[in-house]
T-cell receptor, first 117, second 112 residues
Framework: GAGVSQSPRYKVAKRGQDVALRCDPI?????LFWYQQALGQGPEFLTY????????KSGLPSDRFFAERPEGSVSTLKIQRTQQEDSAVYLC???????????????FGDGTRLSIL | SQQGEEDPQALSIQEGENATMNCSYK?????LQWYRQNSGRGLVHLIL?????REKHSGRLRVTLDTSKKSSSLLITASRAADTASYFC????????????FGAGTRLAVHP
C-alpha cells in the first residue's frame, strides 16, 4: 500500500501476557521508528532502525520491550510480561533517508491501541 | 521526557477565524516539524522548518521559528471544521538521528 500499515489496530491482553505489534513501512523507506503515545500526550520515541540495524533503542522503557526488523522492511515490537502501564498507542513511522540527511518528514501509521487488563 | 511544550493546551474557535499555536523547546535543533493528528489516527506531517529559516508558508499554514527564544508558532488561517485535530510540534536534535521529540500537543476545535 501507499502508507505505513500497522496491525492489529487494537489489542487487548491480560497482564503478564506477551504481545507482538507489526509495522509495514512504506516500501523503500530506510528509516523506521517506534513511538509510544499515552492518552493526551505526544508520541515518545522508543527505537530507531536504519534498514535492519537497530541504531538507537534508548527510548525502550525496560528490557521487556524488544524490537526487530530482520530484513530491513517489516518490523515487530514485542512486549513481554505486559503490565498495565504498557497501555498506550504504539505508533510506527518510516522515512526515506537515514540519519541527519533527512530534512525529511516521517510518515506515520494509524497505530496499535494496546490495552492491558 | 518530552522536549517541547505547546501553548495553549486546547483552543476552541469558530470557522473562518485564525488559530495560533505556540511551541517552545529546550536544546539546539536541526529542524522543527509540525504534525496533525485526527482522533484515533496517526500523525500527518504538515510543515518542516530548518534551524536557519525564520518563516515558512504552506497553503493556509504559516510557521515561524525563533531560535534565540527556542520557540515556534503555527498559524492556521481561515480555519475550517476539518482542521479540528491535535497539533504537535516535534524537534530534531542537532547531532542525533531522525529522532523526533514531540511536545504534548494543542487540541484545536473549530466549530461550524
Amino acid at each position: 500500500g501507499a502508507g505505513v500499515s500497522q496491525s492489529p489496530r487494537y489489542k487487548v491482553a491480560k497482564r503478564g501476557q506477551d504481545v507482538a505489534l507489526r509495522c509495514d513501512p512504506i516500501s523503500g523507506h530506510v528509516s523506521l521508528f517506534w513511538y509510544q503515545q499515552a492518552l493526551g500526550q505526544g508520541p515518545e520515541f522508543l527505537t530507531y532502525f536504519q534498514n535492519e540495524a537497530q541504531l538507537d533503542k534508548s527510548g525502550l522503557p525496560s528490557d521487556r520491550f524488544f524490537a526487530e526488523r530482520p530484513e530491513g522492511s517489516v518490523s515487530t515490537l514485542k512486549i513481554q510480561r505486559t503490565q498495565q502501564e504498557d497501555s498506550a498507542v504504539y505508533l510506527c513511522a518510516s522515512s526515506l533517508v537515514p540519519g541527519l540527511a533527512g530534512n525529511q518528514p516521517q510518515h506515520f501509521g494509524d497505530g496499535t491501541r494496546l490495552s492491558i487488563l | 521526557s518530552q522536549q517541547g511544550e505547546e501553548d495553549p493546551q486546547a483552543l476552541s474557535i469558530q470557522e473562518g477565524e485564525n488559530a495560533t499555536m505556540n511551541c517552545s523547546y529546550k536544546t539546539s535543533i536541526n529542524n522543527l516539524q509540525w504534525y496533525r493528528q485526527n482522533s484515533g489516527r496517526g500523525l500527518v506531517h504538515l510543515i518542516l522548518i530548518r534551524s536557519n529559516e525564520r518563516e515558512k508558508h504552506s497553503g493556509r499554514l504559516r510557521v515561524t521559528l525563533d531560535t534565540s527564544k527556542k520557540s515556534s508558532s503555527l498559524l492556521i488561517t481561515a480555519s475550517r471544521a476539518a482542521d479540528t485535530a491535535s497539533y504537535f510540534c516535534a524537534t530534531l536534535f542537532s547531532g542525533g538521528y531522525n529522532k523526533l521529540i514531540f511536545g504534548a500537543g494543542t487540541r484545536l476545535a473549530v466549530h461550524p
